[in-house]
Structure formats: structure tokens, C-alpha cells
């Protein structure tokens, strides 16, 4: 074998599984088709569980000292136009979360990887796979138009929605009710700016949600995420419902007046976790997009992407200690991640189809302006993930209702 592990992408999934096998001693082979730092299209908010495993590689630090702003929780507004800000400072008065360009963010991700990794080889493109009857063996590829080959126990494929592994393996998700649009764009000037990142449920927007994330110096990353069906059935042009939001709704058209596109408006496509994928086999798992781990609720995906990167690694540790790389061994990876990720996947799932009441989003948001308790109860959820689920609980509901 010429390596341990090979992992195919640098993104966040790739380059945290990295660093933790190359930690263990393992000999990996990172190899990404760009040349970074390369940007990423993406709403560029960095969750606390994100936090948790940046702490956890020890490169946490890394970030305060480029480009990015602190979050301490979320403003939400309602389709009727009632805005509510809901803070989740922690108890030591550090940033539970963050925001920060993806150009930025993961290339400190990938360059901890490359210090750590036996070698790393960027502007590479996977041209194939490499099979050994039904176990996935290696990667065919090209650099600057030199065809090279190599192989390993493990192949890790975290190269991303539209990447060769989970479609050569036949692991994509292609349903549409699972699948989200995304739209982005950099804007400079924007008001009324704070410490929180703002998610907008918006009548142009629904059952989707416009957001705004604030960056330094006035500039924030602006954009829309909804189902692709939904999207499809309205026949939307989500260019056009940005545009309108931005002008024309008189929650938003002050704060844009003097406000100006930095960027273009690029749009990408998010795999939900709401549809479960096959991330393992014979031979290799799958993280991070490719492996359909978008939140169905925030459509947030770097949270779950560090995660899986983790806990692939962890898995592959033990198979290594066993020598043991069977699918059977490999699917310990997909049982663990759904082990922390999966109830708070299906809570969001659940929330994702509130976001088609008008009614039940202007009930519950008007009423949190109003309740310190549902402030409370929607902190701890931004704080907690796994709290998620006191949100749809028929109590926090009646809450609701009667504050």
C-alpha cells in the first residue's frame, strides 16, 4: 500500500480527518482538485459544535487571529415582520460561534492538515477509482497532465456534493424534497448589524429563510436557502427573490439602501441529512457533503462535516488496531455520527415543515418578542443541539401559545 488513508477533498471534513489519522500515526495522502485558499460557497456561520471540534484539534486559537466576528445568538423575524433578537453568550463570555469567510476559514483547516498529513497534493483531480473486487482499493488521477495512482486501506471520500466518490459508489442524494438551493452573495454597508447572525423568515423566502451574517467592517454574507422542490413548484428564480427582499421589504429595503454587492451571486446545492446515505463500505466511508449531512432546519453543514470527519477517524483508528477495513467493521462510522447527529436531524427535519405555516412562524416569534421563557428555551437550543427537540415539543408549544 502506498498509504495508510487516502482523503479525497480538503474542505472541513477532509482536512479535520486528516489531521486527527495523521495524529494517530497514520500515514495519509490529502488530495484536493483547487489550490488553496480557494473559496467555498457557503452562509459562513461556524456553529458551536463546530467550536467543539476546532478545540478538539487544538487550532481553535488559530482563528482569532484572522479575519472573522463573534456571534453571541440569533435575531429571527417573522413572515408579519416581527424581529426578535435572542442572545447565547456563554457563562466565560467567549463567542459560542463565529462567522468567517470560507476563503479564510478553510484554509486554516487545510494548512493544519498539510503540517500534519505524510503528503499533500493539491490541484490533483480524481479521475477514478480503483477496485479490488468489491473493495475499494485506490484513486486514479492527474496533475498538470501527469497521470498517477495510488492506493491505501482506507479511502475517505469527502470531495462534496458533485464529487466522483459518492457518485461513483452510487451514494448521492438525489431527492429533491432532501435537497436544498442555496444562494449567495457578499454585500458591503449593510446596517443594523450586531453580534448575531440574523435567519429571516420572509413570505418571499418560505418554506426557506433569507439570512444575513455579519463580517467586519459593515460587510456581510447575504443570501437565501430552500427545498428544491418547493423551490421548483413555485417556479422561483431565488436571483430575483434576493433582489426583491433586499429592495422592497420594508424590514430590509433601509438597511440595503446604501448598501452595495461585493461579489457575484453564486448558488449551490445542499444534500440534507433528512435522506439518509450509505457512507460506508468495503474499503472507504464518506463525510461531510458527500456523505448528505446539510442540517434540514439551518441548512448548516460545516458543524456536521467537522463532526464526521472525527468520528470517521476514530473508526478507522479501530480498524487499523483490528485489521479489520470491512464494510461491516466501517459502518461502526455511520451508526456513531447518527449517534450524536441523527435525533437532531429528525427534529429539524420536523421544523423545517413549520416553515411552511405562516401562522405558526408569526405565532411563535411574535410571542418570543414578548416571553424572557421562550427566549430561553430557543438560547439553549442555539447553545445545544440536542436540544433542538424542546422546540417541537408539545409543552414549549402550549408555551407558546399562551405567553
Known sequence: MDYDVIVIGGGPSGSSCTAFLAKQGKKVLLL????????KICGDGISGRSVAVLSELGILENFRKVEHEDMHGVTFSSPGGTVVPIGSKLESGSAPGF???????????????????????????????????????GIKGNKNGKEMEFRARVIVGADGVAGITARKLGATNTAEAHQDAGLRAYYENVEGMGDKIELHFVKESLPGYFWIFPLPGKRANVGIGMPVDAMKRKKLNLSKVLEEI?????????????AKRISGVKSWLLPLASKKVKCYGNGYVLVGDAASLIDPFTGEGIGN????????????????TENDFSEKKLSQYQKRLFGIIGEEVRTNHRLQKICNSIFLLNLVIGKAKRSKDIQDVISDAILNPEHHRNLIDPAFILRALFA
Open 305 to 320: 462535516a467537522l463532526t464526521s470527519g472525527r468520528i470517521a477517524a476514530e473508526v478507522i483508528g479501530e480498524a487499523f
Open 99 to 137: 462567522v468567517c469567510r470560507r476563503m479564510v476559514f478553510d484554509d486554516v483547516l487545510f494548512r493544519n492538515a498539510k503540517k500534519l498529513a505524510a503528503r499533500t497534493m493539491e490541484e490533483f483531480l480524481v479521475t477514478d477509482l480503483v477496485m479490488e473486487g468489491d473493495r475499494l482499493a
Open 32 to 39: 484536493d482538485r483547487a489550490k488553496f485558499p480557494r473559496d
Open 246 to 258: 433586499v429592495t422592497k421589504n420594508p424590514v430590509f429595503r433601509d438597511r440595503f439602501r446604501n
